[in-house]
């Protein structure tokens, strides 16, 4: 049995794009691409600043399933420029992701459909 979770400032991805940003699916949490993109705040040029708001909405999900950072199984993230930004994202990833570390895989890719964005994250988690 699958329940789609939608946190209240980002029901409009759910109404406009027809996705639901989480999916519960008995204690599997599965998150939709998490970028930096939010409607009360432009996405940062600043790759670190943009790597915080990522992550901070990243929270925002995993709040509105009733779970936090330490719950991720495996996080799948996409980079524009991966070589040029990964130690960046590492380090601001690391404030947020303790041990025992989930399972992670960083693919580098051309584009995405936020203007600016230089990350998306795939996220797996469990209650």
């Known amino acids: 049995m699958k329940k789609s979770i939608v946190p209240e400032e980002f029901q409009h991805y759910f109404d406009d794009w027809h996705f639901s ?3 519960d699916a008995d204690g599997t949490v599965y998150l939709s691409g998490v970028t930096a993109a939010r409607k009360d705040k ?26 936090s950072y330490e719950h991720i199984l495996e996080m799948t993230t996409f980079h524009i420029d991966l070589k040029k930004h990964i130690d960046v994202f590492s380090k601001v990833k690391d404030e947020y992701i303790k041990a025992p570390y989930p399972a992670w895989s960083a693919i580098g890719v051309s584009e995405f459909i936020p203007e600016n964005a230089l990350v998306e994250m795939r996220i797996v988690a469990k209650r």
């Open 21 to 23: 940003p989480v999916i």
């Open 42 to 67: 432009p996405i940062s040029k600043h790759p670190e600043e943009q790597f915080h708001d990522a992550f901070y909405k990243l929270g925002v999900y995993l709040n509105a399933a009733g779970l």
